[in-house]
């Protein structure tokens, strides 16, 4: 069985760590702040969930989910992450993680400065575009009806099927939005952030493939 490691356990992380043990997996958190902080959220989601560093959650992962501010990139492991999956669930936000030029100048996404950082890795952007409580709420069984699917971008074939996989396991569809240079389409104020699963800190919305494919195009620079 596939581990999941997070790096990160705020409230994508430990939403994310708790539709994985739902759906089987053995997961593996981390924080900023250390192991010790976290035995509350592991003892919750029960014997196949345990607490580490950053460094032994992305050895651990054989998915390896980085859900931490933007400005932190930098600090994530890279030799342990060296060949992994890495699925990316960063944003942009200049009030809480300072200016960042390339991002301002539209040189470059964020989901390229950690594939940048993580040059050994497979980076997959994914999950960004959801409150973490429309993410909690919103799973369903593979051809439900109401369905919910999420972009997902990369540049490696491989590894956005593996991704693919692990949504349809914790209960999403997967759209694929193209390369990493195209997450911009995803990120913070784009048609397909947040609103398509309903309106943020109100009840969630099913938002089917297509749904999201329209939304994913109607994204402008």
Partial sequence: MTTIGLIGSG???STVARLAVAAGYDVVLSNSRGPETLQGLVGELGPKARAATAAEAAAAGDIVVVTVPLKAYPDVPVEP???KV???TNNYYPERDGQIAALDADETTTGELLQRHLATSKVVKGFNNIWFEHLATLARPAGAA??????IAG???AAKLVVTEFLDRIGYDAVDVGPLAENWRTQRDT???VTPYGPFGGAATPA???TVRDRVAEAKR
Wanted: no cysteine; aromatic share 4%.
């Fill in 146 to 151: 109401d369905r919910t699917a999420l972009p």
């Fill in 208 to 210: 089917d493939a297509a």
């Fill in 155 to 157: 540049d490696d074939a």
């Fill in 191 to 193: 048609p397909v952030y």
């Fill in 86 to 88: 890495v699925i990316d």
């Fill in 11 to 13: 409230n994508i992380g």
């Fill in 81 to 83: 992450l060296a060949g």
